[in-house]
Structures are given as structure tokens and as C-alpha cells.
DNA sequence: TTTATTAATCGTAATTTTACGATTGATTTA
DNA sequence: TAAATCAATCGTAAAATTACGATTAATAAA
């Protein structure tokens, strides 16, 4: 009975993590602050609305989709980007739990 | 007129995506899910639980503690951590506006 | 006072992230 | 068909992250 050593990280802790991940950046948090409010958006407007080069706007958009939080769809010589609502759903409900009132029972330690 | 560049990202942008960066560590991830069902920890108890060395878990706690999230305080040989309730308040208002369930209009584009 | 315990910091190496310009590939227009 | 447009990818450099063992500093116990 000492303590055990927890070998591996829980899914939930993995999955927050990702998708905290994906939001780390202000680029990316940008990013998908212009699509929750436009829609959708061609990726050319994005760079305009960005700081940063077509190239690394680019990457920033490939992480956000590897993340699954953002789809992309061909529309013409542009892509038109969106966010990918069945994850954005999953990604809210996780952190909508995470991040909970809790109820402070006692006051803490320091 | 032309559609105006951003120069800089704005606050809201800038701070969530600094706890999101906090976050996007499955080890602080785990740190912040055991300080918030304990209440309150001593860094050893942390060291125990983590698949990680002294000084790696050292090393999250401090990133943690730098984006305000956690506070520490010393206890004899031991410091004693725990959730730093009115940053962790203000981190819970800011996601939960950000994240709240939002209504999709019309079908998006992709 | 000496020894033991606890956690922060240092030094370091490997990996990942961030950013850019240049190039490529695909599609549309002339 | 040829030229133009748009966005992904390539190549690269600089910086940041992650991890560890070793050392240090501070407190407690012997």
C-alpha cells in the first residue's frame, strides 16, 4: 500500500491537454475566434486578419485541423475553412466539465 | 476599404491562450485534476503520483505557478500547493464564456 | 551541531515549435 | 493553352519545451 505510481496519464488528461494544445497559441486562438464568429472563412481572409505570413498561418490552420477542431473544404482556387462542429461540441462538453463551478469546501492551504 | 490587419492579437486572445498553454500538458493536466479533487498537496505527494522525475515535476509546477494558476506555500520541509481559487475563477469565467454552447445558424460552408 | 529530508535550480541534450521565403500544385480566368 | 491566383509544402533557422541527473538551499530531526 505506498502510493501508487500511476504509470500512464488518464484519456481525459491526454484529450484536454490536445485540444489545450491546439489553443495555445494567440495565432490560433485568433484563428478560431474569426471562424466561431464568420462561420466560415477562405483562408486568404485569415491571413489578411493575421499578423503573421500566408506560410505560417498555413501551419497554424494544420494543427488546428490535426486537432480536429477546424474543417477545411475546397471552394474554387480557396480553401473555405469552418470549424468542425461534432468536435467542437466534444471539446466543449470536456472542458464545460473541467471547468465547473466547484465548490470550495473548506478554505485551502495556501 | 481593404480589410485591416491586425497588428496584435487581442487580450482575451492573448490570455487564454497562455492557460491554455498551462494546460496543454497531460503531466499539468494531471497536477491541476489532483489539486482540484485534494484540495491541497505537498510536492512530494505530486512527485508520487507523476511517471516523472523530481525535477521534471518541479519544472511543471513552476509553469503552472507562473501562469497563476497554482500557488505554493511552504509547510516544514515541504510546500505544501494548491489551487490559486481566484485566478482559477477567472480562467473558469473566461473558457466558459468562450466555450459556451453556441448556436449554429445556418449549416457551415464545410 | 550533524545528518536527513524536501524541493528548487543548474547544466545539458533531444525534440518540438514558430516563423519566414521560396517553390509547388491545383484551379480559374483570359 | 497560357497566365494568374490561392494555399500547401519544403527547407531552414532560431527559440522554446521537455526531460533527466546532480547540486544547492532550507528546514527538521537526531
Redesign the interface.
Known amino acids: 500500500m505506498g502510493?501508487s505510481?500511476?504509470?500512464?496519464?488518464?484519456e481525459?488528461?491526454?484529450l484536454?491537454?490536445k485540444y489545450?494544445?491546439?489553443?495555445?497559441?494567440?495565432?490560433?486562438?485568433?484563428i478560431m475566434?474569426l471562424l466561431?464568429a464568420k462561420?466560415?472563412c477562405i483562408c486568404g481572409?485569415i491571413v489578411?486578419?493575421?499578423?503573421l505570413s500566408q506560410s505560417t498561418v498555413s501551419q497554424h490552420l494544420k494543427e488546428l485541423k490535426e486537432a480536429g477542431l477546424v474543417?477545411?473544404?475546397i471552394?474554387g482556387v480557396s480553401i473555405?475553412?469552418?470549424?468542425n462542429?461534432p468536435e467542437?461540441a466534444k471539446?466543449?462538453d470536456l472542458?464545460?466539465h473541467f471547468?465547473?463551478?466547484?465548490h470550495?469546501?473548506?478554505s485551502?492551504?495556501?
Chains 1, 2 share one sequence.
Open positions: 502510493a505510481k500511476l504509470i500512464n496519464y488518464t481525459e488528461q491526454i484536454v491537454a489545450a494544445k491546439a489553443l495555445s497559441h494567440p495565432a490560433r486562438m485568433a475566434q466561431l462561420q466560415s481572409d489578411d486578419e493575421l499578423p474543417r477545411g473544404q471552394d473555405c475553412y469552418c470549424i462542429e467542437w471539446l466543449t472542458l464545460g471547468f465547473e463551478k466547484r470550495v469546501k473548506t485551502s492551504c495556501c
